[in-house]
Structure formats: C-alpha cells, structure tokens
C-alpha cells in the first residue's frame, strides 16, 4: 500500500508559478507510477502530468504541456509538479496519485490517491 500527502497549494496570481509536493510512504515508492490529476467545481477529475518509475518518461496534458513539470526524488519518496505561467483555469484541487502500470490518463488507472491541495490562480 502507498499513501499519498500533497503539499504546496495556494492562491497565486495568473503568471505565478507554484511547486506542489506529494510525500509517499512505504519502500516501494520507486516502483510506482506517479501521476498528478486535477478537478475544478462542477467538472470532472482530469489527468494532469505523470511520470515513470525511474522518472526517464513523463506524459502532460496538452493543457499545461511547456507551462508544468513533473518530476521525481526516489530516495526521498516525493514527486512534484512544477507549474509556471499559471491562468485562471489551472485553479482546482490537485490530486497526486500512484499505479502499479505504466504511465495512465485515466483516473481509473491510478490505485492510490492523496487527499488534494487546492491551487487557486487570481486573474
């Protein structure tokens, strides 16, 4: 089992950059596929960026693709996503999630999931 702990929301204005966080626990955390997923009022979770076990592959939606990075640090079980250039519409709760598979979009992929931090971006 993994648990997942996000950190680093906030509000910020459009333009800013923020780092989130996500802390996993247990000693198989290299082993897993992590990715981050986001959900606004009134719409569906939707896939954000993910990243593979050793961090050699990363997928982004074409939605933050050159404005979000996502990255890796094994040896301390955290992943972070980097975002830049934020507008208005990045504002949601984000969501750090892990799978045991290759690098997933789908919410459904994903077993273990972090309980949020919300990202709000003032326009």
């Known amino acids: 089992q993994v648990q997942l702990v996000e950190s680093g929301g906030g509000l910020v204005q459009a333009g800013g950059s923020l780092r989130l966080s996500c802390a996993a626990s247990?000693?198989?955390?290299?082993?897993?596929?992590m990715g981050w997923f986001r959900q606004a009022p009134g719409k569906e979770r939707e896939f954000v960026a993910a990243?593979?076990?050793?961090?050699?592959?990363?997928n982004y939606a074409d939605s933050v693709k050159g404005r979000f990075t996502i990255s890796r640090d094994n040896a301390k079980n955290t992943v972070y996503l980097q975002m830049s250039s934020l507008k208005a519409e990045d504002t949601a709760v984000y969501y750090c999630?892990?799978?045991?598979?290759?690098?997933?979009?789908?919410?459904?992929?994903?077993?273990?999931w972090g309980q949020g931090t919300q990202v709000t971006v003032s326009s």
């Open positions: 990243i593979n076990w050793s961090g050699g592959r990363t």
């Open positions: 999630a892990a799978t045991g598979s290759s690098i997933g979009v789908r919410v459904f992929e994903y077993d273990y």
């Open positions: 247990g000693r198989t955390f290299s082993s897993y596929t």
